[in-house]
């Protein structure tokens, strides 16, 4: 089926270790977000792509780096985990600036 | 103060029960999204729109801009409702930084419909 897939779903990491968050898109979709949801607050962006080979920062993207090399990849990256980091992580796209967002089914990342 | 409220925080309701959803905005907007996140965590868009009123189902959404408020209506509400709610706005933004593709999300409404 068409959509967003996020690798892997559950994830359990000790502090200082690093991983990769994969997301994964079928619908040529130009735009891609990463967001992270945490108890009592609402979505937060970490980092966003307007297209294949940019990358930009959301509202908090300390601690992750990211990278799209293909259209329709979008990976995120933490180098040195930190427990302030476990959270559930959400990927969507959209296919422009205007339309609507496919959401990924989310990563529980908890780091210990 | 956030800049997206939304009422009721919680929401139990009984089967069949017309239920009401509401979002306050503090900012300008270009669209206000509905979402809907899964027990099992998944999220699905249910609507944009920035004027006026959309329907899919039994699921209706309207936004009165000059009010800056939104409401989601559910009619005929079913234990498969049962879900958290978001909204979200997009921030109208003169420039085309990064605040042009950003959305500001509330907390939810989490609604527990009872058979």
């Known amino acids: 089926n068409a959509g967003v897939t996020q690798t892997p779903k559950f994830r359990v990491l000790k502090t200082g270790q690093s991983m990769t968050l994969l997301c994964a898109q079928d619908?040529?979709?130009?735009?891609m977000y990463w967001y992270r949801q945490d108890p009592g607050m609402g979505l937060r962006l970490i980092h966003y792509?307007?297209?294949?080979?940019?990358?930009a920062k959301g509202e908090v993207p300390d601690g992750y780096n990211v990278s799209r090399l293909k259209k329709q990849n979008f990976l995120l990256g933490l180098e040195s985990a930190a427990p302030s980091q476990t959270s559930v992580y959400f990927c969507?796209?959209?296919?422009?600036?205007?339309?609507?967002?496919?959401f990924g089914s989310g990563t529980r990342l908890t780091v210990v | 103060k956030n800049e997206v409220e939304q009422s009721p925080q919680n929401l139990t309701a009984q089967e069949g029960e017309f239920i009401t959803i509401n979002c306050s905005y503090s900012?300008?907007?270009?669209?206000l999204h509905w979402l809907q996140q899964h027990p099992g965590g998944g999220i699905v868009s249910l609507f944009m729109?920035?004027?006026g009123k959309k329907k899919h189902g039994r699921l209706i959404a309207t936004i009165n801009i000059q009010e800056k408020h939104s409401s989601l209506h559910i009619t005929a509400s079913h234990p498969r409702d049962s879900a958290v709610y978001i909204c979200?706005?997009?921030?109208?933004?003169?420039?085309?930084?990064?605040?042009?593709?950003?959305?500001?999300f509330g907390k939810g409404t989490k609604l527990s419909v009872i058979p």
């Open positions: 900012v300008g907007i270009s669209a």
């Open positions: 979200a706005v997009k921030r109208v933004s003169v420039h085309s930084g990064a605040g042009s593709y950003q959305l500001t």
């Open positions: 969507a796209s959209r296919r422009s600036r205007d339309g609507g967002y496919t």
């Open positions: 729109l920035s004027s």
């Open positions: 619908m040529n979709h130009e735009y």
């Open positions: 792509s307007v297209g294949e080979g940019t990358t």
